[in-house]
């Protein structure tokens, strides 16, 4: 565990339950949680011994990690494989092919490793994971230290990773009694969808979450396509049929949300369902675009994920978040919706509120984990700062990211992580388009 340091900043950001912005002002960390938060000056009249480190300066700001509700990590290693295609025939033509011939123990670890860089250098310290090879992927997040929700994927045919339903819910439990006191990595069931498990198998994988108390991760109307089957094969659109079968219980996270009519966002608010927004993954599908003011305004907790980068292309949150909140304002001809005061909140507090984890994560809060983000703002598009929230919002770029904190260990530092060679991971993935593009 990490020693006693501080992190000061010009403008910290605490997305506390008051919203409140100090400036110039620093946090105390020991042994991986926040011990202290407030100004720079008083922090340092408690804090006197010499000898301890503070990161941080007084032009950049300081606010809690992001977190990325919403990933399939791996996949990474299929970045712009397969563009410019309609989701059913990006997967059925292309992914799941490739996946068949290459998922494997190695390819999940590596590829999942690569994502974590990305993630870790622009600002993102807690993924939310939906695959296959659980343990390669817990292995590569703990080995790049970044906080990782992992879930088992589940499906009703069979896979390289695994025969089919109960194989893969059984890998789940195991899973889940190996990690389940572990300081990084949260187990979760993820069953895939409503077109790739049968009722039985959405059901055991309620169960099985339930009993254990983790998460469940499951894409949900990301296309209309996925509603009109839901219609003709169970007479009821995707929320309804989860709701008349008893699915929606526990902390569920639902990815993309696109298809939603105003009774199912209701039901949505009422069982405190999170979704995930995907919406560079949703433009480039071309499965729509979620109706996330409407959700927001209803009372749905709604987050930002980027998919896996195989759809993306990227799993940069700063630039998800920046999109989504101006394609909200374009469809609903309303500038004042998704302000960035609630942008923020869908990158840290909100997300963390999704997947069940808001005691532990989410804000700068004495107590709580040190998952913390130090951006540069002595850069010339991000000059002059009247609100920090819009700067962070509407101007950061990934590469403003500089200092990166996660559970009390400086993990990226001047852009540069602490504990990993970077370029050999950089050519382990160059290692994989050579095998994958020569096949």
Known sequence: MGKTFIVRAQYLLTMNKKDEVIENGAVVVEDGRIKDVGEF????????????????????????????????????LFRGIADDLPLKQWLTEHIWPKEAKFLSPEFVYDGTSLACLEMLKSGTTTFNDMYFFTEAIAQAAKKLGIRAVVGQGVLDFPTAS??????????AKEFIEKYESDE???????????????????????????????????????????????????????????????????????????????????IMAERNIGVSHCIESNLKLS?????????????????????????????DLLEEISIAAKVQKGITADPTVLDVKTCMKMLTIWAAESLGVEKEIGSIETGKRADLVLMNLRKPHLQPVYDIYSTIIYSAKASDIEDVFVNGIPVILNGRHQFIDEDELIDKAIWWAERIRNS
Request: net charge neutral; proline share 5%.
């Open 162 to 171: 695994g025969k089919g339903a109960d194989d893969y819910l059984a890998k």
């Open 41 to 76: 000056t008083e922090i340092l009249k408690t804090y006197k011994d010499p000898s301890i480190p503070v990161y941080g300066n007084s032009y950049s700001a300081l606010m809690p990690g992001f977190i990325n509700t919403h990933t399939h990590a791996a996949m990474v």
């Open 184 to 266: 990084l990595i949260l187990p979760a069931v993820a069953p895939h969808a409503i077109y790739t498990c049968s009722r039985e198998t959405l059901l055991k994988s309620k169960e099985l979450a339930l009993k254990n108390n983790v998460p469940i991760h499951i894409h949900l109307s990301e296309t209309f396509h996925e509603v009109e089957e839901c219609l003709k094969n169970n007479g009821k659109r995707p929320v309804k049929y989860l709701k008349n079968i008893g699915f929606l219980e526990g902390r569920i996270t639902a990815a993309h949300s696109v298809w939603l009519d105003d009774e199912e966002i209701d």
């Open 287 to 315: 499965s729509g675009i979620a109706p996330v003011a409407k959700m927001i305004k209803k009372g749905v907790k709604v987050s930002m994920g980027t998919d896996g980068a195989a759809s993306n292309n990227n799993l």
